[in-house]
């Protein structure tokens, strides 16, 4: 019982060799060490007892001793010279998309009749409002194929916004000053300059857009 529990307490100390061909080689050798870097500290295999460089160098002048010294000395410098384990990748919310894509985004799908995916992108209290994807193709389709573009000409942070509309008030807001390219005619173009307002949800941006009193009646 009691040689299994020293063995059980040698298990316990790290083995920190790295797969280097020098500590392969000190690895077939059953009195060999394992050796903290950092620390410059080896434990011995055999008897599980830990010591520095600078104590061995003290402990003595004898041949088996300098064999030691030359063994750990290796160990030490294997462990110094290999490479450096990757880096812990920690958790993390997804970074925050641009304000300006996020609406350039939700145009394009609107402009490709994608109404689900744009669907997706409204701010909750619209996503309410329209009450579906379906009810929100019906309510955009006629127009959405007109717009050809837009261009962010200025955006500000605000700390919160009252969306009179919705009725309700939206903590962490970017305000957008965006002018629209739409087609009026087949051979029309204009531009229509406006100021919108997206929310932060989800790690990114979500767009307002309610339905007129028209589509709701």
């Given at each position: 019982?009691?040689?299994?529990?020293l063995?059980?307490?040698?298990?316990?100390?790290?083995?920190?060799?790295?797969?280097?061909?020098?500590?392969a080689?000190?690895?077939r050798?059953?009195?060999?060490?394992?050796?903290?870097a950092r620390?410059?500290?080896?434990?011995?295999?055999s008897?599980?007892?830990s010591?520095?460089?600078?104590?061995?160098?003290?402990?003595?002048a004898?041949?088996v001793?300098?064999?030691?010294?030359g063994?750990?000395?290796?160990?030490?410098l294997?462990?110094?010279d290999?490479?450096?384990?990757?880096?812990?990748?920690?958790p993390?919310e997804?970074?925050e998309?641009?304000?300006g894509r996020?609406?350039?985004r939700?145009?394009?799908?609107?402009?490709?009749?994608?109404?689900?995916?744009?669907f997706?992108?409204l701010a909750?209290?619209?996503?309410?409002?329209?009450?579906s994807p379906h009810?929100?193709?019906?309510g955009?389709?006629?127009?959405?194929?007109?717009?050809?573009?837009?261009?962010?000409?200025?955006?500000?942070?605000?700390?919160?916004?009252?969306?009179?509309e919705?009725g309700?008030?939206h903590r962490?807001?970017?305000?957008?000053?965006?002018?629209?390219?739409?087609?009026?005619s087949?051979?029309?173009?204009?531009?229509?300059?406006?100021?919108?307002?997206l929310?932060?949800a989800?790690?990114?941006?979500?767009?307002?857009c309610?339905p007129?009193?028209?589509?709701?009646?």
């Amino acid at each position: 019982m009691l040689t299994d529990l020293l063995r059980r307490w040698r298990e316990g100390f790290p083995a920190s060799l790295p797969a280097t061909a020098a500590s392969a080689a000190l690895d077939r050798d059953p009195d060999t060490v394992l050796v903290d870097a950092r620390t410059r500290t080896f434990w011995s295999r055999s008897t599980g007892t830990s010591t520095t460089l600078v104590e061995t160098a003290d402990a003595g002048a004898g041949g088996v001793e300098v064999e030691t010294v030359g063994r750990r000395v290796a160990a030490l410098l294997a462990a110094r010279d290999a490479p450096p384990p990757p880096p812990v990748r920690e958790p993390r919310e997804p970074p925050e998309a641009d304000p300006g894509r996020s609406e350039e985004r939700f145009v394009e799908l609107l402009r490709d009749g994608r109404f689900e995916a744009a669907f997706g992108l409204l701010a909750a209290p619209c996503q309410e409002r329209w009450g579906s994807p379906h009810a929100f193709a019906a309510g955009q389709g006629a127009t959405a194929r007109n717009l050809l573009g837009l261009s962010v000409r200025q955006a500000r942070r605000l700390a919160d916004w009252v969306d009179a509309e919705g009725g309700c008030v939206h903590r962490d807001v970017v305000e957008l000053d965006i002018d629209y390219r739409v087609r009026l005619s087949s051979s029309t173009m204009a531009t229509v300059s406006r100021t919108v307002h997206l929310v932060a949800a989800g790690g990114g941006w979500r767009s307002i857009c309610y339905p007129s009193a028209a589509a709701t009646t």
